[in-house]
């Protein structure tokens, strides 16, 4: 008889204990959702790292052409002009969604002793997505 | 005896609806689960597809930039070949290269020693483009060329990378 109720008294567990229990653990289980969404902003920002690089890298490409140029007159160092915001490579198509800057310094002595005559000049080309920098590319070009 | 039947007589079991009911729970739970599973062997399979297809896409892109800049110029760039599809030159090293696009495939082609290989059959889409010093102009030329630019699709298990890159052509004296 006292096996019986011991075994009467034994509580089950409702379904409203139940469905609470499932409540609090998709609470908890709620900010381990971020970890498949971030997996799938990682796949996107492959791609923005992907295309910036190439832009950066075709940017660089002209800059070189301009520089290395037998047209003295129009192009080469000398008319390679100091600018933050340099127009150097309006001529590369630009991808979709990505902002690209170049940055050309003069007489950055201080960047490379080579530079210390000042026959130098740091091109920066930096490709941007959505605010955030995807590419950068920096190079000397000397006179 | 008799108390003993008494005793067993006495315990409940569970009834219909309450078995239905717990499976039905059950059921919900598991289907909730199984989605997380799913979730995860897709997103397993997704990022192992996407890393394979930027490895390929990346391996073309570096291989293309390091060989076509090798273009060797001997008053004119010593190209024999500039279509869309196609492109053959002569390198730095007298050896003549070849890049052609066909169904899904590019392909490398070397004279000395003879050698062709795949470099993808997964591409899309493909396509080489010629510009001249401005690099807006599309060079008609040989005489012309002095940008070439690549365009071009990867695909993988329906994930598909776009990439445009270009090069100077090298080899000046």
């Known amino acids: 008889m006292r096996i019986y109720n011991t075994f009467h008294n034994q509580r089950g567990v409702s379904l409203v204990e139940i469905i609470i229990i499932v409540i609090v653990l998709g609470m908890v289980a709620m900010p381990y959702s971020n970890g498949f969404i971030s997996v799938s902003r990682s796949f996107i920002i492959n791609d923005e790292v992907l295309q910036s690089n190439a832009y950066a890298q075709s940017c660089a490409e002209h800059i070189l052409y301009f520089r290395r140029s037998p047209d003295t007159a129009t192009q080469g160092y000398a008319n390679l002009a100091i600018s933050a915001t340099s127009t150097a490579c309006v001529a590369v198509p630009n991808p979709a969604g990505l902002v690209i800057n170049v940055d050309i310094e003069g007489a950055l002595a201080s960047l490379d002793p080579a530079c210390a005559t000042g026959n130098c000049k740091s091109v920066t080309v930096t490709v941007a997505s959505s605010g955030q920098t995807r590419a950068n590319i920096e190079f000397l070009l000397m006179n | ?173």
């Open chain 2, 1 to 173: 005896m008799q108390r003993l039947h008494s005793h067993t007589n006495k315990q409940k079991g569970l009834s219909l609806i309450e078995l239905v009911v717990s499976i039905l729970i059950l059921s919900i739970i598991v289907m909730v689960v199984a989605q997380f599973v799913k979730a995860g062997t897709e997103s397993y399979r997704a990022t192992k597809d996407n890393i394979s297809a930027l490895s390929k896409i990346r391996f073309i892109d570096e291989r293309l930039s390091k060989e076509i800049r090798r273009t060797r110029f001997n008053a004119v760039y010593d190209i024999n070949v500039f279509t869309g599809t196609s492109y053959e030159f002569i390198d730095i090293d007298g050896v003549i290269v070849g890049y052609d696009f066909v169904g899904s495939t590019l392909s490398i082609t070397y004279d000395t020693p003879a050698i062709t290989s795949e470099l993808s059959n997964q591409l899309t889409a493909f396509n080489f483009n010629y510009y001249a010093s401005d690099g807006v102009s599309t060079a008609l030329a040989v005489a012309d060329i002095k940008f070439v630019e690549w365009v071009m699709t990867l695909s993988e298990n329906g994930i598909s990378y776009s990439l445009t890159n270009r090069v100077m052509l090298r080899g000046k004296p």
